[in-house]
C-alpha cells in the first residue's frame, strides 16, 4: 500500500475486555515500530520488530500488553484485560530498518476503555 | 539511555515572521536526529533528518534545522512562518549504538497567528 495502515481506527471498549490492534506496513519494510501518545505527550515506545522477531520489547508497560508479526509484514498489538489507562491513541511505524532510515507513521488507533 | 527534551510546550509566532522550534537530546553514541509533524487528528508526517555530514539540513515545507554537537541541539527552523505551519512538533533521536528505537520529545505546538 501506499503507507501505513491501522485498523480500526477508533476502538472502544470495556474495562477488563481483550483488544487487537492491527498494523499493514508499507511494503518491503523490515522494521515495524509500536508507539503509544497519551494527549498533549509525545510518542512513548512499546515495541519493535526487525522481520518477524521482536528485537526490542522494552517498551511494554507490563504483561497484558503482547505483540506479534508472524510473516514479517502485519503486526497486531494485543491488550489482555484493558484498563482505563491504557486509553490512549496507538501508532504504528515501519521503515526499512536501517538506522538512518526515517520511519513513516499510520494514522493511530484511539483506543477508549470505558 | 537516549532522551530528547523539547523545552518549549508552545510557540507563538506572527504570519511571516521566522520561527525556532527547540530540541536538545542525550545519546552515548552518535545521534540520528529527525523532526516530524502532526496535524490534528493526522499521523506524525517526517519532516528531516540529520545523519552525518552538513550540520543544517533542509526539509519539507521549508523546514530546515541545524544540528550543534557542542550544545548537543538539533532546533527546528522556518525563515518565514505560515499559518498553516500551526501544528504540533515532535523531535526524536536514534542512537546509533542502542539499535533502532527512536525516541520522541514531548512535542512543541506552534501557533501562527495572521
Known sequence: GAGVSQTPSNKVTEKGKYVELRCDPISGHTALYWYRQSLGQGPEFLIYFQGTGAADDSGLPNDRFFAVRPEGSVSTLKIQRTERGDSAVYLCASSHGQGTTEAFFGQGTRLTVV | ?114
Open chain 2, 1 to 114: 539511555a537516549q532522551s530528547v527534551a523539547q523545552p518549549e510546550d508552545q510557540v507563538n509566532v506572527a504570519e511571516g515572521n521566522p520561527l525556532t522550534v527547540k530540541c536538545t537530546y542525550s545519546v552515548s553514541g552518535n545521534p540520528y536526529l529527525f523532526w516530524y509533524v502532526q496535524y490534528p487528528n493526522r499521523g506524525l508526517q517526517f519532516l528531516l533528518k540529520y545523519i552525518t555530514g552538513d550540520n543544517l539540513v533542509k526539509g519539507s515545507y521549508g523546514f530546515e534545522a541545524e544540528f550543534n554537537k557542542s550544545q548537543t541541539s538539533f532546533h527546528l527552523k522556518k525563515p518565514s512562518a505560515l499559518v498553516s505551519d500551526s501544528a504540533l512538533y515532535f523531535c526524536a533521536v536514534r542512537d546509533n549504538n542502542a539499535g533502532n528505537m527512536l525516541t520522541f520529545g514531548g512535542g512543541t505546538r506552534l501557533m501562527v497567528k495572521p
